[in-house]
């Protein structure tokens, strides 16, 4: 069983910031892929960045160049660092890791953490 808890969202103003983390943990053999979701309302939910376990990122094209991924295998932590946000970036925000448990290897997601850009 693999569980993974999100923190860091919340109500910024339009240009601020906010860091996003996701930690791991449970019974985890590896570790592969880790990613950032977003879901806004009445919209479909859309990739934000991911980080490969040899350390390619990608990120959508919304986001590049405003915010970074990191992850830190130690700790199992994938982080999101958030700057120039806008109101178009309102979502709940989910982390995605790709792990293997067991003999299993799938995609675990988290409950979701809330960011409001709003004046």
């Known amino acids: 069983q693999v569980q993974l808890v999100e923190s860091g969202g919340g109500l910024v103003q339009p240009g601020g910031s906010l860091r996003l983390s996701c930690a791991a943990s449970g019974s985890i053999s590896s570790i592969n892929g880790m990613a950032w979701y977003r879901q806004a309302p009445g919209k479909p939910r859309e990739l934000v960045a991911m980080?490969?376990?040899?350390?390619?990122?990608h990120y959508a094209d919304s986001v590049k160049g405003r915010f970074t991924i990191s992850r830190d295998n130690s700790v199992k932590t994938v982080n999101l660092q958030m700057n120039s946000l806008k109101p178009e970036d309102t979502a709940l925000y989910h982390c995605c890791v790709s792990a293997r448990s067991g003999l299993i290897t799938r995609d675990y997601w988290g409950q979701g953490t809330q960011v409001t850009v709003s004046s």
């Open positions: 980080i490969t376990s040899g350390g390619s990122i």
